[in-house]
């Protein structure tokens, strides 16, 4: 049962591959223009926001400079201070608000879409002219409505999380084209002190 669910999954994400391509090429054009990538959820979708900043700080294909990408959830010491003094709805807020610049993108996973902490983190962003983007489950949802952009999955939570990674990997592999396209050296960190 669970992998007949997965071909609706990958239908819906074909009929929004323009938009997973889309946001690859404007990542790569503002991560090389000095801004940086956000990105949170919870739970299992933590994971996969980490997943993605891993592949834009370290690398997805092949050799390239590192990029600024920050997976908001994994500063731990941040995550459990807030929580305690401001309550676990502003755990990524507060963050947005410390970290978020004008023009860096905010990349929110939900399969609910409906998690009060990515909602008001929204708002921080919004405030800052910081560009939102979400993963989520079936829409309509409030993150996919108060997001500038959403790709939303028509399937079940597990299903809906499965296909985010495939989106991930859908949007990585257009971010990598776009910064071999503009010509971007390879990191030349190896060597000595």
Known sequence: MHLENVLPVLRSLESQAD???????????????GQRLLAAGNGGSAAEAQHLTAELVGRFDGERVPFSAI????????V????????YAEVFARQVRAHGRSGDILMLLSTSGQSPN????????SRLNVTTWALTGPAPNPLALCCDEAVAIDAVSAN???GHLI???AMCRAF??????RGQPVDGSEGGC
């Open 19 to 33: 938009r997973l391509a889309a946001w690859g090429v404007e990542l790569a054009q503002r991560l090389l223009s």
């Open 176 to 181: 990598e084209a776009e910064v071999a396209r």
């Open 71 to 78: 997976s908001l959830h994994a500063e731990s010491s941040a």
């Open 80 to 87: 459990t201070a807030i929580a305690n003094d401001y309550g």
């Open 118 to 125: 990515l909602l008001r983190a929204v708002e921080a962003a």
């Open 160 to 162: 809906a999380q499965e």
């Open 167 to 169: 989106a991930l990997h």
